[in-house]
Structures are given as C-alpha cells and as structure tokens.
C-alpha cells in the first residue's frame, strides 16, 4: 500500500538516514512516537495517536518495529511497509485501563525483546501524544536504560524533501489555491463564519479533478471582525458585518503533506491605514522571499522582512515561519527550523517553509503568507494566489 | 464571551467540585494541560494546543490562571470568563526554541508566584499535549515541588452532564443525524471515498437551520472494503465497488460537545452471512441500553452486549463503550469510565456514553453505535438514526 505513495528505496533511504543520527548520538534505540515520524519510517497512516503507539529503531535490525493498539494493527499492515514480524499489538485492556496497565509497558517489553533494554535508548521528549506518563512507565519498566532527548531527530532527517515529497506539496498547493478561492468567495456581509468554514472544507476535500483531498493538521483558521487579533480561535455562528477584517490560513493536504496559504480580506471597503499596512506585510514578505537561497541562515531570511517594517517603525516579536510538510494534528510544523532571530539554520535546497509574517494592531490584523522550496539559487512559492488584501 | 455558551454560576460550580477533588488530594496547586479539561473550567475555545499551556488552579485563587502563547492571549480574553490578571502569556521566544527555553519554564514561574512551588503539585500526567519534556522542565525548575499524578480529576468532574451540556450534546445529536444521512446518501458504487467524505463534512459543518457545526474532535473515520477490520484509516481516493462493507463513525459538534454515531452500510446487496452478524450487533446494542440505569456499573452494561454475542458462540475482546462529551482533537472520549469487564463504575443520572460495539471477521466488519444519557431510570439515546444494517 505505502509502496504506492513511496517506493522501498524512500523508506530505506529515510531510515538510514535516522540510523546514521542514531549512531552520531550513540543510541541503542529510538522510539519514535510523533504521528507524522512515525508516518515517516514505516508509511503508517491512521487517526490512531489518540492512544500511545511507536515506531521503533535499533541499529542492527534492518526495519523498524510498529507498536500499537490490537485493532489497529490491520491499519498498520494496510499502510506500511513492514513484514508482519515487524508488527506489534497491545491488547485493549491497556487502553484508558482500570487495571493500571499502559501501553508503554507493552513497549518496554519490545525494547526487552530487542537487547536495549540495558542501554542507550532515545525518546521524543517533546512530540505530541508522548505524554509524561509514558516517560515514567518505560523508566520504571527499564530501570537499567538510560534515556536520552531525541525529540527531533526524525525531524531533521525530515527537512530536505525528495522529489515525490515535494509533488505532494504542489498537489496540496492546488488544493489551498482552490480552497482560499472558496473562502474568498463566501465571504459576505450577512453569511456566517461557519458557512465560510464549509465552503472551504468543500474545496479541500473536493480537491481537483485529478485527486481528492485528505485531512488537513489544522482546520482552516478564519479570525474575523474584532478577533483578528486572536489567530487561533475557530469559526463561529457569527455572521460577517460590513467592516470585519478577515483572516484565512488554511492548507490543502495530500498524503499528509501539506502547503498552507494565509490571506486577509475585508468586508466591504478596507480603511486607507489598513491597505497601507497590507502593502508593508506584502513588501516584507517579498523581500524574505528574495533572501532565502542555499546558504543563506534562517535569521538572515526573517531580517530581510524586519528591515522592511522597521522603515516604517513597526516592531513584531514572532517568528515568521518554519519549516513544514508532513504532519498530523495539531500542526504542520516541524518544529525544526524558524525563520527568526537567533536561529542559524542554514537553508540547503528542498528546504520547505511556511513563511506567514502578520501584523496585528488594535483594530485589525493582516497575514499574508507562502510556503516555498528552497531552489539551487532562490525561493520557489509553491501556490499561486494573488498576494495582496482582498475585500468583498 | 463564555458567559453566552455557559453562565458564570457553571463555571463556579465546575471550579467548586475541582477545587473538592484537590482538597481530597491534598494538592496545593493543579496544572491542567488537556484542552477539553481547560475548556471545561476556563471557557478557553482556541487552536493552540499545538503549543504548551495550562489553567493552573490553586486553592485559595477564586480564578484559575489561563498560561499560553502570547499571540493567544487575545484568544483567552476573548473566550474566557476570567480577569485580566488571570492571564498570563509567554514570549514567542519559547515556542519550538533554539535558545533551549521551553513554556514550561514559564508555567513554573507561575507556580512560583502562586506560591505553590514548594506544595504538592498535581499533573495530568498522561494527558495529550503534556509531554514527557514539560514535566521535566517542570521537574528542574522547581525541585522543592512534590508531584503527584492527577491525570482524571478534572475529567471524573466531568462525567456528570448539566442540562445546559446536555443541551449542546443534543444540538450535536441533530448535526450527527443529517451527517450520517448525507453519508448513506452519497456512497454508492464508482463514488470515491473521499466524496463521501465531503459530504459528511458538509453536513458536520452546515448543522441545522438554527445553529452550524463546530470541527469534530476527530474527523468521519469511513472504512471500507477490506479495510472495515481498520477501524481508524481514513478516506482514500479509492471508489466504492460492489460488495464493499463501508463503516462511517462521525461525530456532530456544537460548542465542543459532541454525539457520536456509528453505523455500517453495503454497497449492493449485503451477503445473508452479514445481515445475520449485523442483528447479532442491533441485539447486543439494544441489550446494553435497556441494561444501563442509574446504579447499575459498566462492566453490567457490556455483560448484557457480552451475553447476546456468546449466544452466538462470538467473543470480543474490545470495550464497547466509554464516557464522553467535550473534546478537541484527536479524541471526543473523556478517558474516565469504559463499558468493559472490571470497570466497576457506578452509572449515575446525566452520565453520557458513546456505546460502540462492534464485530470485525475476516471478509467485514460490522459497528452500529449510539450516544446515550442515563436518566433516572433508563438510558435516553439522543440521536434518532434506524438502527439496522443499511446497503445502497
């Protein structure tokens, strides 16, 4: 099944490339538990995080091992490209157990099975769905393991995309150009935020004629009227009124790669101070576009558009992208590289970003953002969707 | 803004039962990470868990203090019943960080000032989102501190609806219904799953003539074809073929509160073998809600399903049920009590369960659920959907 999606040789060629970080870090085992490395090593594809499950490596074994609940082993041997040795259930008890059982006891006894109980065994400290809990279980499973922070290795076996990967973002990339044509034309005076949300979610499950549209990490963010100043809150039964700045971030996603657009409308006639400031969100994010190219640090990329907006006296703390593509929810991040002071990423090519600088005053806020591809010589955006503030 | 989803008065009596819980054990502060359990006590409605934060409660603090992302601070003012000085925000500079600064740093620094630095602190410890590297950060910067596991507390305050939850669990039952429908009405042979899909969310999104949908915690899970053994994949490209079982498990949602609905349909005319093991599933079903009443326990509730299926010479190992009500991804169920042998809970009025049995064998897979309440003397289910075995 994965095959069909990626060949062998992708899979192979990821997994060497997280032996070799294994061996620099001198690691007997990883267990890997965000979804999306998880996705990433083995193909494993299902809405299955909301229990404990893993992915696990050791050096000498030459695929990885697939730890999950029993009903959702069928799932793993539908997509991934495991043997069926590779493949490892716990039983249902441990599930929200009153029998004081957890899932991670179960995969203390793989790391058992495969001699690394005793030695150097690296965790994803910080990944989504690897809770403090399952740390405490595996320590007091394993008391002759040390465990080390492995929070991000994965993650940075993932920056640099292949060829396929980045087909799949050009595929979501068709979908958020269609679906923010979608949220474009359903927004009016009078029309909930919630019918916006699903003419939206029409066009990215929709897809286009060739393919559908999977899931996306987040659901399509529409902060409007008084609430462009909360980036994160979701839609509502609230009708649109003439005057209500409208923020759209969203991302088409296929095989779980994703390419998120963000663009600002206004209902009715946007105030001369608000397209004015549009124009210096649209000039900065041009200029941090023309900054990024091999070689060049993810700080440099964030000055170019710092140096746009201090000329016209303006400030912002936040990072202003980071480095995304396959992923699950909660997000699309990699959690990797940012595109911020202080962060000295180099950018090589097949770097892929999410580069979404805003502006947010007391009245309204503006996001215009692209998700690009690092080149050989420069940036390449991969939607094209005029970059200007839109109004109904 | 909360106020207009819930008074003031369930917000204080939600603190009042959570605060009981903490005098029992003995916390002097609780740090609440899951974002349906900070919902629950805050009003706080926002896409930004992907990022650390808490609702810290002390006893002698009237307000909980709201802990996030700086450019969410506008999103728990916006959302929450608290005072400005409730809310606290760390700086951007923490969120996946190259200077090694993490939000729990923060939430320590909260702690501290709340003096309950040198107490026992109690932690969801296996709660999403509170990962293994947010209670070590916890761990070192506070090495006065006792930690103590309180993952359920707040959840076990939840498992009793107030009518205005059962309300909004009934506005989801609505949303549930017209998207199962939508769903039947859309599979048919030649169509691809994800068509279905989107018609699913159509409905989730559009709700009923009075009121639109809110995201489910977890999107329409539809296998189908070989796949209904995998209870957790999600929708391909793939088009529907003659002879295909499909299962749709959706959720309506309104203000977070969901009504789950479960059911099977056969593209084309279902093979007697599957008609037959479909009433087995409508007989277990129905044997389990007439068993459910106040006083009764769990473990009862799934004998009398258990029952009905030995008859048939069939076992299962899997749960068939567990509470559940407010979410936000990846899950809808609270993690409390589960129908299942050894789950001595108690059924008491208001409680909610999604009842989900199921049959998986080698050719299909067969589940019919529903949402109930138990009333004072019996279960009420709150969607009204045939419960049978359906086919195009």
């Given amino acids: 099944m994965p095959q069909s999606i990626f060949g062998e040789s992708e899979y192979e060629r990821r997994i060497d490339k997280t032996k070799e970080r294994m061996r620099e870090a001198e690691l007997d085992a990883l267990v890997v538990s965000d979804p999306a490395n998880m996705n990433y090593l083995s193909g494993y594809d299902g809405w299955s995080f909301y229990v404990p499950q893993a992915v696990v490596l050791t050096p000498d074994r030459e695929e990885p091992v697939w730890v999950g609940r029993g009903m959702d082993a069928n799932g793993a041997r539908a997509t991934t490209w495991l043997e069926e040795e590779s493949i490892r259930a716990y039983s249902d008890d441990h599930v929200h157990s009153p029998h004081d059982l957890h899932p991670m006891d179960y995969v203390a006894g793989v790391l058992e099975e495969l001699d690394a109980d005793g030695g150097r065994v690296g965790l994803e400290m910080d990944a989504y769905y690897f809770t403090a809990k399952s740390y405490t279980r595996l320590q007091e499973n394993l008391p002759e393991a040390t465990f080390e922070d492995a929070t991000l ?55 286009t004629d060739d393919y559908g549209g999977d899931y996306p990490s987040i659901v399509p963010l529409m902060p409007s009227g008084d609430h462009t100043g909360t980036p994160h809150l979701t839609w509502t039964d609230r009708e649109f009124e003439d005057g209500d700045p409208v923020i759209i971030e969203l991302s088409g996603c296929r095989h779980r790669y994703h390419s998120p657009l963000a663009r600002t409308t206004f209902v009715g006639d946007p105030p001369a101070e608000m397209k004015d400031r549009a124009e210096i969100v649209v000039e900065g994010l041009n200029a941090a576009l023309d900054a990024a190219e091999p070689g060049v640090t993810c700080e440099r990329v964030e000055k170019a558009w710092r140096d746009v907006i201090s000329k016209y006296d303006i400030e912002k703390e936040e990072r202003i992208g980071y480095s995304m593509g396959l992923g699950y929810p909660p997000d699309w991040g990699e959690h990797t590289a940012s595109l911020r002071p202080g962060d000295e990423t180099v950018l090589e090519e097949n770097m892929t970003f999410h580069a979404i600088p805003g502006l947010w005053f007391d009245d309204f806020g503006i996001e215009l953002s692209e998700t690009f591809r690092v080149t050989s010589n420069g940036a390449e955006t991969l939607a094209e969707f005029p970059r200007k503030l839109f109004s109904t």
């Fill in 153 to 207: 290795l994965v993650n940075w076996v993932r920056v640099k995309k292949s060829d396929r990967e980045l087909d799949y973002m050009r595929e979501a990339a068709r979908i958020s150009e269609n679906a923010m044509q979608a949220g474009m034309d359903a927004i009016e005076e009078g029309v909930p935020e919630s019918e916006a949300a699903r003419a939206i979610y029409d066009a990215l499950i929709r897809g």
